[in-house]
């Protein structure tokens, strides 16, 4: 058979197969090299967050603890600035964190350690930053509180799932003793009580705890189930979950412990949308406050009538700024710290 005088023979088929190969690696060498580059450059990127030398300890001074976002030096890392002047020029502790919570004696740190197998893990930190103890989370990490006595730790983490917003999500939740020791295990094994009767649905997720200002057994959470969400108010002796409110999510109980924040889907469950709520628990009256961004996290209370919260910059991926708002009236949000997510307020 006579071969076509545009068919290369073999030798030739081997030269265009090594001159596409060696130019494929070196594309590919070329973008690994930029994309390094760019990497190097973000890292090096200075923001308008001023960071101060690594702190020894935590101030002595009422503060905010808070995840610092701003690029650099330091980004990713548990930080503070003082309440006087959340504007000046942060002191970074050198613990990595996804999410924090601390109080003038200790720091509450979630943390995922990426290597050859991804790991989480929760480290709880003196007022030195130094470790005390750690210990493995079996999810990824989510919300986490102390209650105000410094004995007991929350934590909440997606085992499947890596958002509220999505369908298939599950999380777990259990209360430790911060010195160590059993906790209470997975708050779905609490009893459950909504309207006076104890239900057992087995697609349960509870997340979000909020200790009761100067106590460890009392709290309040979230409970979801059959598409169904509640604020339960719940009790680690009676290891019992009660349905209190309908629709409300992440909560967080006042420093007078007589209102409670939370954000509240005001769309539908394919797409959520969440603003911030403020339940009045003596007459469970409901407020729906002037923030009409989409607030997906555990707000805080930097007074007894203004919420700290969380929101991501759209120019910025792993960027997000601390908004303040006042919980009476209709007042607008305000740029609080930024590039600082996770805040907490310590007096």
């Known amino acids: 058979m006579t071969r076509n005088r545009w068919e290369p023979d073999g030798k030739l088929r081997w030269v265009i197969l090594l001159v596409v190969t060696v130019s494929v690696v070196a594309g590919a060498g070329v973008y690994a090299a930029q994309a390094f580059q760019r990497f190097q450059a973000a ?7 001023a960071i101060a030398a690594a702190g020894s300890s935590l101030p002595d001074q009422p503060f905010v603890l808070f995840r610092n976002t701003a690029s650099g030096q330091g980004y ?3 930080a503070t600035v003082l309440l006087s002047a959340p504007g000046a020029e942060r002191a970074v502790g050198g613990a990595a ?6 109080t003038r004696r200790e720091v509450m740190c979630l943390r995922t350690n990426r290597g050859l197998v991804t790991s989480y893990e929760a480290a709880l930190y003196d007022r030195n930053w130094q470790e005390v103890r750690s210990w493995a989370l079996r999810g990824i990490p989510s919300r986490t509180r102390l209650d105000g006595t410094g004995s007991a730790a929350a934590t909440t983490v997606f ?3 890596h958002s509220y917003a999505g369908t298939g999500f599950s999380t777990e939740t259990v209360i430790s003793p911060v010195e160590g020791g059993p906790g209470t295990g997975s708050l779905e094994d609490f009893a459950l009580w909504v309207n006076g009767a104890q239900v057992s649905p087995s697609d349960r997720n509870i997340w979000g705890v909020t200790f009761m200002p100067g106590q460890s057994d009392s709290f309040y959470a979230t409970a979801a189930s059959n598409g169904r969400t509640w604020l339960v108010e719940g009790s680690v002796s009676a290891r019992k979950l009660t349905a209190v409110h309908d629709a409300a999510e992440c ?3 006042s420093p007078d412990g007589k209102s409670i924040a939370y954000k509240k889907n005001m769309a539908g469950s394919v797409h959520p949308h969440w603003n911030i709520a ?6 469970g009256t409901e407020t729906l406050l002037a923030e009409t961004r989409n607030v997906d996290d555990q707000v805080e209370w930097l007074d007894g009538h203004t919420v700290l919260y969380g929101l991501g910059r759209e120019d910025s991926a792993g960027d997000s700024d601390i908004w303040r708002l006042d919980v009476a009236g209709a007042s607008r949000p305000e740029l609080f710290i930024e590039h600082a997510w996770s805040p907490s307020v310590v007096r």
Not at 278 to 283: H, N, P, Q
């Open 43 to 49: 890292s090096q990127a200075t923001s308008s967050a």
């Open 76 to 78: 990713g890392q548990a």
């Open 97 to 102: 964190c996804d999410r924090v919570y601390g």
């Open 159 to 161: 085992v499947t799932g």
């Open 251 to 253: 909560p967080s109980v």
């Open 278 to 283: 403020v339940l009045d628990i003596a007459t």
